[in-house]
């Protein structure tokens, strides 16, 4: 049997209402795990920084994170505060900064990640490796898909 359109529309409006659901209970869940005064924005870019082990433009992080450079720039400051990252002028061009984990950030998310991971790995483990290996592919290509389209 054919699908329809209002049969697609409905898979859908399905699919991405799980996606969202799912995305709004994990970040509750981490946000709750993290170490106190630090929120899931902060850890996401000291994970990103440490994965990528070199620095990063204000912009190239904002363009990664797919938020403002104003929003960027915030919660940068509160990292730079908190003394988890240093923010250097660019030295070719001195209008640009670069953003780099420091000492402290790398440990800041060393804990951060053991304070998650035991919650990350228990989902997982509910759901069991297979599945959670066969879905990876799709939710990629559905990543990869809007930002294409984005």
């Given at each position: ?78 990292l730079e505060t908190a003394g988890y990252v240093h923010?250097?002028p660019d030295w070719d061009d001195a209008r640009r900064k670069m953003v780099a984990i420091s ?48």
């Open positions: 049997m054919a699908q329809t359109p209002s049969d697609s529309n409905a898979l859908a409006v399905s699919l991405f209402s799980e996606i969202l659901m799912a995305d709004q209970l994990a970040r509750s869940r981490l946000s709750k795990a993290l170490p106190k005064g630090m929120e899931l924005s902060h850890f996401s870019v000291l994970n990103h920084l440490a994965h990528t082990n070199s620095e990063k433009s204000p912009a190239q992080l904002a363009k990664a994170f797919h938020v403002t450079r104003g929003a960027m720039t915030n919660t940068l400051g509160k923010i250097r000492t402290a950030g790398q440990q800041a998310r060393d804990a951060a990640l053991a304070l998650i991971a035991p919650l990350l790995s228990e989902v997982v483990s509910d759901l069991g490796d297979h599945r959670v290996r066969g879905v990876l592919p799709v939710l990629r290509e559905l990543r990869v898909k809007l930002e294409d389209d984005g």
